[in-house]
C-alpha cells in the first residue's frame, strides 16, 4: 500500500526548528516552509517575486497530499516542473512588466555643461626713507671719532630720498565640469492600469497553479 502525506504536515515539519511555532498563523507558517520546500534554484523574472508566488502555490494546495510517497521525491518533481516551464512564463511576466512599470514609465538623461573663467592679478610694494647724511669738519680734533660724535663740524647736510619697490603677478584658472542628470518616474497613469497590470499578473500566478496540480492530489477518508 502505498502512502502520501498532506501539504499541510509538510508545512508543520519544516516549522519544527522555528520558535513557538504552535503560535504561528497558517500564512507565516507557509512563508517559513518555502525556502525549505523550494531547495532548488528557481529561474524567475523577478527574484523578489519568487518568494509570493511560492506562498500562493503551498497556500492554494495547502490541504491536499503530495503525489508521491516521499517528500524528497516530491521536492525533485517540483524542480523538474520548474526548469521546464519558467521559460514560458517568464516571457508573460516580461510582457506585463513592459506593458507597464508601477515605479516609473519614463527616463530623462540631462546633460550638463559648466564653465569657470578666472583672472586673479596680485600687486605688492613698499615705500622706504633713505637718509643721506654728510659732515665736514676742518678741525678735527680726534679723527673719524669726532664726526661720528658731532664734534667740531665745519659744515652738515642730511638729504631724504624715497624709494620704492613693487610688482605684480597674475594666476589664470579656467576649469570645465561635465556631468549627467538622470531622472525617471511615472507619468500620465491611471491607477486603473495598475489594477489591470495586478490582474494578468494573477493569471500568469494562477496558470502556474493549475499547471501543476499532477503534483497533487486529494484523498478523503
Known sequence: MGYTMRVQHI???FNCDTEHAGFLSVNKKIKNACP??????IDIYDPDYLLPLETKI???YYMRDICCETVGLWQLYLNQFFDENMEK???LYK?????FNPLGNYNLRRQH????RGDVTHKFGHTSDVKNINKFSQTPQNGLQDLMDDKYLTNATVNTDKQTEGGSNSDINN????????TSGLSGVLAGDAIESAKKFETV??????DMSDLFFGLWL
Request: net charge negative; proline share 0%.
Open 113 to 116: 555643461t559648466l564653465s569657470k
Open 205 to 210: 500566478d494562477k496558470m502556474i497553479i493549475t
Open 58 to 60: 503551498i497556500r492554494h
Open 89 to 91: 512564463y517568464n516571457a
Open 95 to 99: 510582457n506585463i512588466t513592459d506593458e
Open 36 to 41: 525549505k520546500i523550494f531547495n532548488f534554484e
Open 11 to 13: 508545512v508543520e515539519m
Open 175 to 182: 576649469t570645465d565640469d561635465n556631468f549627467d542628470e538622470y
